[in-house]
């Protein structure tokens, strides 16, 4: 199939990049990097030069903090409801989009809120739309997983509640399989949670992450975390990962039925062991 894999610059983005060349598709990259900004895509009319000959796009662009000209609205939300009008225009009916965890009735940040529009707007349109929710996700060139190896790190792990939040981190490796058994069934008009077997306490993750790096449990410091929201406030300038909105969503987070991604994938999802966080068995990854 020729994919317009949009997004395929990203951690998400380049591993489906791989599996899909791997598996014989023709993947037409898109992302700034490739010399097509979402910010400039608003409108259906954008889009179309960059659809001729797709047969299916998926779209995993995406943002986990605003910067200037680099925001939720325009991204998550007005360039892709354009590009899923434009594939409705150009006869494109296959369409997966890379949506997050909590894009659902739940959601109350802009982060969620602004993906959750654009979820919306695909379910609507005469296609045959895939979304599929990850959790956090997983694996080598993750940049989040970087940043939580950095906290896992401390002698001390300093958390909200004492990281009793619930979490469920999928694989990279499942996420990609996720697309391509749904490429290989023809699966459509379904929205899928793509998350780890269990949840795990946000505290037991980090120690996981611990062990398959060779430490010790580390003692955890229990934090209020309206003392951490308010230094999120100033530490939100250091890094897209520090902002309060991030800790509200881990506060929310919540577990979630793996048994969808289970029936997808054809076996349950994979549990998290140590050698998973430094390799991942999506092809050209040498990590
Ligand atoms: N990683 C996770 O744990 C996780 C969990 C749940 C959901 N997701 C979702 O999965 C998707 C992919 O996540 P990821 O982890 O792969 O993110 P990532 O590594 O940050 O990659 C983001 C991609 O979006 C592209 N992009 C950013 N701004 C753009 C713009 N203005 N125009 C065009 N492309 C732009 C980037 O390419 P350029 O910089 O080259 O433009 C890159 O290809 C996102 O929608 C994210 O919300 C990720």
Not at 31 to 42: N, T, Y
Not at 260 to 274: E, F, I, V
Request: with cysteine.
């Amino acid at each position: 199939m020729n994919i317009l894999l949009a997004g395929a610059s990203g951690f998400i983005g380049r591993h489906l990049s791989a599996a899909l060349l791997a598996a014989g598709h023709h993947v037409r990259p898109l992302s700034r990097r490739h010399g097509a900004d979402f910010s400039q895509l608003h409108s259906a009319q954008h889009w179309l030069p960059h659809l001729a000959g797709a047969d299916v796009v998926i779209n995993a662009v995406g943002i986990i903090a605003e910067q200037p000209g680099q925001r939720f609205a325009s991204l998550h939300t007005q360039a892709p409801c354009a590009l899923f009008d434009a594939c409705v225009q150009a006869g494109i009916s296959r369409v997966i989009q890379i949506s997050a965890l909590g894009c659902d009735d739940s959601a109350f940040t802009a982060y969620h809120l602004s993906k959750l529009a654009a979820d919306r707007h695909l379910r609507s349109l005469p296609l045959d739309w895939l979304v599929l929710r990850p959790a956090l996700v997983y694996g080598p060139g993750s940049a989040s997983s970087a940043a939580f190896m950095q906290l896992a790190r401390l002698p001390l792990l300093p958390l909200p509640d004492g990281g009793r939040q619930l979490v469920q981190p999928v694989h990279i490796s499942d996420v990609v399989a996720a697309v391509l058994q749904a490429l290989a069934q023809g699966v459509a008009g379904q929205s899928v949670d793509v998350v780890g077997p269990q949840p795990l306490r946000f505290a037991d993750w980090l120690q996981t992450i611990r062990a398959a790096r060779g430490q010790a449990p580390a003692p955890v410091l229990a934090i209020p975390p309206a003392l951490l929201l308010a230094l999120l406030r100033v530490g939100r300038h250091l890094s897209p990962l520090l902002q309060p909105d991030n800790l509200r969503m881990l506060l929310a987070s919540r577990a979630a039925n793996p048994e969808p991604l289970a029936r997808l994938l054809g076996r349950p999802p994979l549990s998290p062991s140590p050698q998973l966080f430094f390799h991942a068995d999506t092809p050209g990854e040498s990590s």
